[in-house]
């Protein structure tokens, strides 16, 4: 016998997370979610409702990360269920996922929350980007930096400005050295 699970959005509001503790769970009436996190913060789906009821298979829950701090929103399914929906980690601003609790089957009874979607994650921290990249609106750069294999070097200062023949020879050898420093000519 096959089942149909038609997927719906709880009627209990919006649930805002507590800034200042590390771990909160569901409350079980409302499918969004508001999370900020002042620090490292864990936030885990149930498999209750509000009254302690078994939530309904097709609910959908979607967690939002509303502020801009550094700190993740881990979102953690049920720790008793399958290895099928892992943790989702929401790092960015407005970065959101959503999960629908399908109906239980084999020897799970209860059913299980499945991710539906994720934001791409919107942070980079470290790495190497590999495929053609382009760049819309303003790149601010702090540290080092390099091009093409070159070592990355510190943000650099000109000579004086050229005021004759001799200054202004001095200042075109201080730009192409600098220049070459950076990986940009050779």
Known sequence: MIKNVLPFFLNG???????????????????????????????????????????KPG??????????D??????NPTPDMSSEAASVELNGENQTCMFMLKAPHGSNTKGEWVLLAKDADTTFSGGTVSANTVFSGDVEIEGKVGFYDTAPIAKQSLAVDGTDAATTQALANDIKAKLIALGLCS
């Open 13 to 55: 509001g919006i649930q805002v997370l507590t800034d200042n503790t590390a771990t909160e769970s569901w409350n079980g009436k409302a499918s969004f979610v508001h999370a900020k996190a002042s620090g490292a913060k864990s936030f885990t789906l149930g498999l209750s409702d509000e009254n302690g009821f078994p939530v």
């Open 70 to 75: 550094a700190n993740a929103i881990t979102v």
């Open 59 to 68: 609910t959908i829950v979607v967690v939002m990360k509303v502020d801009a």
